[in-house]
């Protein structure tokens, strides 16, 4: 008997030790419980849903919807989140930073890099300038879905006095469909 003591003794004596450790674990960044997992690098594209004002240049937008697409990318550091939004028509491109949640993600433009140049149907020249732009997403599996919102002012330069006048304000929401590569 007192041999199954001391037997005992010495295990919860080495258990003691081993749970007192001075390199406890814990969770990694790509553990973080409640944080999504955007790690790695998704890819897919976007397309125009709705379009809003803009005078002829929501007009036109809106009669060639679906013909604007774009590609997405999103990486994921942490809790940080970035994406890439490219237009394959028009050019412009959006950098934007933001934070995940649980399922998924939210974040505005850190830039976009240039205004846009549109000659509209009826032959009237526009300038587009982003004001602002917004996206959000969630996740299941290895796809991202969600929305980018993107608002812009619309000029018209006078050819003469070479002035530009405001003209309208357009809203563009697009849809996209990310896959994890």
Do not use: H
């Not at 749970?19 to 409640?34: D, H, I, K, R, V």
């Not at 990486?75 to 940080?80: L, R």
């Not at 959006?94 to 009826?122: K, V």
């Amino acid at each position: 008997m007192a041999r199954a003591f001391v037997r005992a003794a010495v295990l919860i004596a080495v258990g003691a030790v081993a749970g007192c450790g001075e390199n406890p674990t814990s969770p990694t960044a790509n553990q973080l419980p409640f944080v999504g997992q955007f790690a790695g690098t998704f890819s897919g594209s976007t397309v125009p849903v709705r379009i809003a004002g803009g005078e002829c240049v929501g007009d036109d937008l809106r009669a060639s919807v679906g013909a604007d697409q774009g590609t997405v990318s999103i990486t994921q550091k942490d809790a940080d989140v970035s994406a890439t939004i490219r237009s394959s028509s028009t050019g412009l491109t959006c950098q934007y930073n933001g934070s995940a949640s649980l399922t998924g993600f939210a974040a505005t433009a850190a830039s976009c890099d240039a205004e846009i140049l549109f000659r509209c149907t009826n032959g009237q020249p526009r300038i587009l300038r982003p004001v602002g732009s917004t996206m959000t997403a969630t996740q299941s599996g290895l796809t991202a879905t969600g929305t980018v919102t993107t608002t812009y002012n619309v000029f018209f330069k006078d050819p003469v006095t070479g002035q530009e006048q405001p003209v309208a304000g357009l809203v563009i929401e697009s849809g996209f469909n990310a896959v994890r590569r």
